[in-house]
């Protein structure tokens, strides 16, 4: 009970120290793990942070876009941003109304720890250990299968 204490509050927790923080409005959701947030008029593609979502032609993907838009479309989103992936989004922990974003679609089930770049303490492996005791969301599939392995399927 208390990891779940800790945890929980962890998801809502307001961070003191990080990267560059930045305030904008969300004002497209594409899938699971990316958003457009609107920051000083001009729209910027971001890329949540150690969290890959189903891509939208896979079993959940429609599910998890819906359940990151409903966390976080037309609101006002804080990134906590570290950098850019190599197609040139932000990459950044997103908190929705408080909620961090990346944590909430891990413990939904609707995304894996994308464990090429989570570190290995990350308190998303807890939480995604969870969804899949409970079965919930992908993890309710007999075998789901991980994104990265999806998109490497589709290329062959």
């Not at 699971?32 to 896979?58: C, F, H, M, N, Y």
């Not at 990350?122 to 939480?127: K, M, N, W």
């Amino acid at each position: 009970m208390h990891t779940l204490a800790v945890l929980t509050a962890w998801l809502f927790a307001v961070p003191y120290a990080q990267s560059a923080v930045t305030i904008g409005r969300v004002v497209t959701v594409h899938d699971g793990d990316t958003l457009t947030v609107l920051i000083d008029r001009r729209q910027v593609k971001v890329r949540l942070a150690d969290i890959d979502a189903p891509e939208s032609k896979q079993t959940f993907g429609t599910r998890s876009r819906q359940s990151l838009a409903a966390l976080c479309f037309n609101k006002e989103a804080r990134l906590e941003t570290q950098g850019k992936d190599r197609y040139g989004r932000i990459v950044a922990t997103v908190y929705c109304a408080e909620a961090n974003a990346n944590a909430v679609q891990v413990q939904q089930g609707m995304a894996w720890v994308f464990e090429r770049y989570a570190s290995r303490g990350s308190p998303l492996y807890a939480l995604q250990n969870e969804a899949k005791a409970a079965k919930r969301g992908l993890w309710g599939d007999p075998r789901p299968v991980p994104p990265w392995e999806w998109r490497r399927s589709q290329r062959k």
